[in-house]
Nanobody
Framework: DVQLVESGGGSVRAGGSLRLSCAAS????????MGWFRQAPGKEREGVAA????????YYADSVKDRLTISQDNAENTVYLQMNSLKPEDTAMYYC???????????????????WGQGTQVTVS
């Protein structure tokens, strides 16, 4: 089974940057769509970005598209989330998720994904 491991979270001041990484244990066609989600205490999990690795197509939530960039490193089976100009409201646990294909209509739905990592905490003060 595919394992996803996130890293790169931490505590930063407002206006700072972080780069999150999501490493997959192996490449398979079942993880061509890689997404990043976040969940703050008391709130629902929300999709912030996704990448359709076979098509190099990216998707972003409107609230973050000017500050976050998702990218891939196929050689390392890794997807990154570069986060700039961080705000306190970006504070959340960030999760990586994967499934076989992306859709512009459903990429942001948590229940659409088959594989999940354990999460990495981002705190912005």
């Amino acid at each position: 089974d595919v394992q996803l491991v996130e890293s790169g979270g931490g505590s930063v001041r407002a206006g700072g940057s972080l780069r999150l990484s999501c490493a997959a244990s192996a490449y398979t066609a079942s993880i061509n769509c890689m997404g990043w989600f976040r969940q703050a205490p008391g709130k629902e999990r929300e999709g912030v970005a996704a990448i359709y690795t076979d098509h190099q197509t990216t998707y972003y939530a409107d609230s973050v598209k000017d500050r976050l960039t998702i990218s891939q490193d196929n050689a390392e089976n890794t997807v990154y989330l570069q986060m700039n100009s961080l705000k306190p409201e970006d504070t959340a646990m960030y999760y990586c998720a994967a499934r076989a294909s992306c859709s512009s209509v459903t990429w942001w739905r948590p229940n659409w994904y088959n594989y999940w990592g354990q999460g990495t905490q981002v705190t912005v003060s």
